[in-house]
């Protein structure tokens, strides 16, 4: 088992930042590729950001791109997620998620384990 536990969701202004973070327990860490995922309201989740178990790999959705970063401190068993340059269309759920696989990957069903979320709200 991996318990995942993320922190960091707030409220901001649009054109604003955030720094989420995930802490995992349980499980060696590095044995896992992290995903961040985010769900707003009445729409499906989606796929934020994926790092490999190194961090060496990592993948965006086209929406984030250029202005979410994705990292990892195996020593500190803990994902982060910055956003930059945010935007009304960013408020949602955000969920951090872990995935046997080596390399990163877009389809949630994938993951094993799925922490409880944190809320992000961008104001206009």
């Known amino acids: 088992q991996v318990q995942l536990v993320e922190s960091g969701g707030g409220l901001v202004q649009a054109g604003g930042s955030l720094r989420l973070s995930c802490a995992a327990s349980?499980?060696?860490?590095?044995?896992?590729?992290m995903g961040w995922f985010r769900q707003a309201p009445g729409k499906e989740r989606e796929f934020v950001a994926g790092?490999?178990?190194?961090?060496?790999?990592?993948d965006y959705a086209e929406s984030v791109k250029g202005r979410f970063t994705i990292s990892r401190d195996n020593a500190k068993n803990t994902v982060y997620l910055q956003m930059n340059s945010l935007k009304p269309a960013d408020t949602a759920d955000y969920y951090c998620?872990?995935?046997?696989?080596?390399?990163?990957?877009?389809?949630?069903?994938?993951?094993?384990?799925w922490g409880q979320g944190t809320q992000v709200t961008v104001s206009s």
């Open positions: 790092i490999s178990r190194g961090g060496g790999t990592t």
């Open positions: 998620a872990a995935d046997r696989s080596v390399l990163p990957r877009k389809a949630s069903y994938l993951y094993d384990y």
């Open positions: 349980g499980r060696t860490f590095s044995n896992y590729a």
